[in-house]
Every structure is written in C-alpha cells, then in structure tokens.
T-cell receptor
Framework: EPEVTQTPSHQVTQMGQEVILRCVPI?????FYWYRQILGQKVEFLVS????????KSEIFDDQFSVERPDGSNFTLKIRSTKLEDSAMYFC?????????????FGPGTRLTVL | GIQVEQSPPDLILQEGANSTLRCNFS?????LQWFHQNPWGQLINLFY???GTKQNGRLSATTVATERYSLLYISSSQTTDSGVYFC???????????FGKGTRLSVIA
C-alpha cells in the first residue's frame, strides 16, 4: 500500500542553523501539507501546497519557513534560522483531489530538536 | 474557525474493557478523521469518516454530521491500544485539518 515517507526521522540542530525536512508524498496525490506537534500538545497546521504554490498557511508559518517541490516526488519544508521553540514533531501529509475525497495520509514524522 | 473538542481527556482501562471516545465539532464538516498516535509519535490513520459508520476489527466509528459529533468505539481493549487518539476535521475536501487535543488512553494488563 502506498505511503508517505519522511526523512530524516530525527534531526538535532543548533539554534540559528537552517534545516530541511523532506517528504515523499503518495505518487498520484496533488495536495500536500505540513503540520507540527510540539511535545505534549495537539497537531497544528502549518501550510498546504497545490499546483506548485502555497494554497493556505497558518500564522505559525512565518518568513522563516518555506516549502518547495523541487522535483516530481519530493516536498520539502525549510526552516531558515531555527529557534528553540521550533523543536517539535513535523508531519507531512498528502491527499488526492478527485471527487472531493479529502482523506489526508500522514507520514511518520520528523522529530526536530533545536539546542 | 472550526473548534474541535474531545472527551474524555484521559482514560484508564483494564485490558478487555470497552470504551467510547467522543469528538464534538462546532461547524459542518466534509472531512473527519480519527488517528492513533503510538508511543513513537507516529499518527496512524484509523478512520476517514465524515458521516456514517465504519468498522475495522475491534474498532468502529460513527459520525452524526447533522449533530456535529463523532464517536470512536474500542472493544476488548488491549495494552497495544494505549496512546493518544486524535479527532481531526476539515470543512471541505482538501482544506487543512483542525485537530482536537486528543484522548490519552492507558490500557492496563
């Protein structure tokens, strides 16, 4: 069964460093999402992406964040200058577009620790 | 935006017991999903259920969209059912999901 994959599974970085989190969505899906979950809290939406552009973003998704689909398979989230409060689990998700079916399929997550 | 409330926040069960988890939402939705977050932090899709009833083994779910709630039933609970159960909703097919705060389930042998 097709699944969303994410790399790395864990990332440790120093405050102020740039990180890139990578995702491979399910191959025939057209909508892509990033969510994050700070430890012990609920999952929060960051950004959605469709047709090679951002379709919606939350107030969390400020200028230090960017997303890109550099080729036909990868979908990346870049954090330019990490802060301690960026430590969280980051989930990528994808969904198909046909027929209004909006089930989102989540990857296993990348746990980011900023020191 | 849509508000999602889950109850109870915490639940402790003896192995073999049954349980019902509830998700209330504040507006009409076209997407509702239940997830189980395992001890490694992964979100496991349980059900995509914007309306109606579905069953998968010991788990079943019912969404009554007109009354804005969904229920997740766990029967004959096992220790491996422990974790956090999240309900998430969206107001149309591909809009972002809004998650509840979850129900933390602990099943004791």
């Amino acid at each position: 069964e097709p699944e969303v994959t994410q790399t790395p599974s864990h990332q440790v970085t120093q405050m102020g460093q740039e990180v890139i989190l990578r995702c491979v969505p399910i191959s025939n899906h057209l909508y892509f999402y990033w969510y994050r979950q700070i430890l012990g809290q609920k999952v929060e939406f960051l950004v959605s992406f469709y047709n090679n552009e951002i379709s919606e973003k939350s107030e969390i998704f400020d200028d230090q964040f960017s997303v890109e689909r550099p080729d036909g398979s990868n979908f990346t989230l870049k954090i330019r200058s990490t802060k301690l409060e960026d430590s969280a689990m980051y989930f990528c998700a994808s969904s198909p577009s046909s027929g209004g079916e909006g089930e989102q399929f989540f990857g296993p997550g990348t746990r980011l620790t900023v020191l | 935006g849509i508000q999602v409330e889950q109850s109870p926040p915490d639940l402790i069960l003896q192995e073999g017991a049954n349980s019902t988890l509830r998700c209330n939402f504040s507006d009409s939705v076209n997407n509702l999903q239940w997830f189980h977050q395992n001890p490694w932090g992964q979100l496991i899709n349980l059900f995509y259920i914007p309306s109606g009833t579905k069953q998968n083994g010991r788990l079943s779910a019912t969404t009554v969209a007109t009354e804005r709630y969904s229920l997740l039933y766990i029967s004959s609970s096992q220790t491996t059912d422990s974790g956090v159960y999240f309900c998430a909703v969206g107001d149309s097919g591909n809009t972002p999901l809004v998650f509840g705060k979850g129900t933390r389930l602990s099943v004791i042998a």
